[in-house]
């Protein structure tokens, strides 16, 4: 049987929010940034953006997914890690210490210059509709790096919201 509904739907997030090392017990999930930053010194940083997924359509499978974040900030040359978050996490409640474990394998991106940046993560998106959809965990792939190392990206609560373009097919 054909897909009863081929096409793409672009989500905005539904729940974004970072944690620091530093800071193991704050919470910033109304912030107007999210960030991902590798610091030698105990300071990286790890974004989670979780996205509310339509009802797959009849006889249709993710043909495509990709996720996109706007940079205001950018360091080029590292590889950034987008991961499924293993379980369940809160805007205003998840901090370092609480943050959720991280399943499956990374789709990866590498941030070149400011605006949005995209990362294909079909098979991830697959997967959370095969499972639970607790998101995404983005990290930098060398944490603990020495120098500092940040993407700063506009959270929900900015003007560019995190997006999730899925295509059916």
Same mark, same amino acid.
């Given at each position: 049987?054909?897909?009863?509904? !081929?096409?793409?739907?672009?989500?905005?997030?539904?729940?974004?929010?970072?944690?620091?090392?530093?800071? !193991?017990?704050?919470?910033?999930?109304?912030? !107007?940034?999210?960030?991902?930053?590798?610091?030698?010194?105990?300071?990286?940083?790890?974004?989670?953006?979780?996205?509310?997924?339509?009802?797959?359509?009849?006889?249709?499978?993710?043909? @495509?997914? @990709?996720?996109?974040?706007?940079?205001?900030?950018?360091?080029?040359?590292?590889?950034?890690?987008?991961?499924? #978050?293993? #379980? #369940?996490?809160?805007?205003?409640?998840?901090?370092?210490?609480?943050?959720?474990?991280?399943?499956? @394998? #990374?789709?990866?991106?590498?941030?070149?210059?400011?605006?949005?940046?995209?990362?294909?993560?079909?098979?991830?998106?697959?997967?959370?509709y095969s499972g639970s959809n607790n998101g995404f965990l983005l990290r930098d792939q060398t944490e603990n790096?020495?120098?500092?190392?940040?993407?700063?990206?506009?959270?929900?609560?900015?003007?560019?919201?995190?997006?999730?373009?899925?295509?059916?097919?």
């Amino acid at each position: 049987m054909a897909c009863s509904s !081929p096409g793409s739907q672009t989500l905005t997030a539904s729940i974004d929010s970072w944690v620091e090392e530093r800071n !193991p017990t704050s919470n910033f999930g109304t912030a !107007p940034d999210i960030f991902v930053q590798s610091k030698a010194t105990a300071e990286n940083r790890r974004l989670l953006v979780k996205f509310t997924l339509p009802s797959q359509p009849a006889n249709c499978s993710v043909s @495509v997914a @990709v996720l996109r974040l706007n940079a205001s900030a950018t360091q080029s040359g590292r590889t950034i890690q987008v991961f499924r #978050a293993a #379980a #369940a996490w809160t805007e205003t409640g998840v901090t370092w210490s609480n943050q959720p474990a991280t399943d499956g @394998v #990374a789709s990866t991106y590498s941030p070149t210059a400011n605006g949005w940046h995209e990362a294909t993560v079909t098979a991830r998106v697959q997967e959370l509709y095969s499972g639970s959809n607790n998101g995404f965990l983005l990290r930098d792939q060398t944490e603990n790096s020495a120098g500092t190392f940040d993407q700063k990206y506009d959270s929900r609560e900015n003007t560019n919201d995190p997006e999730l373009r899925i295509t059916f097919g």
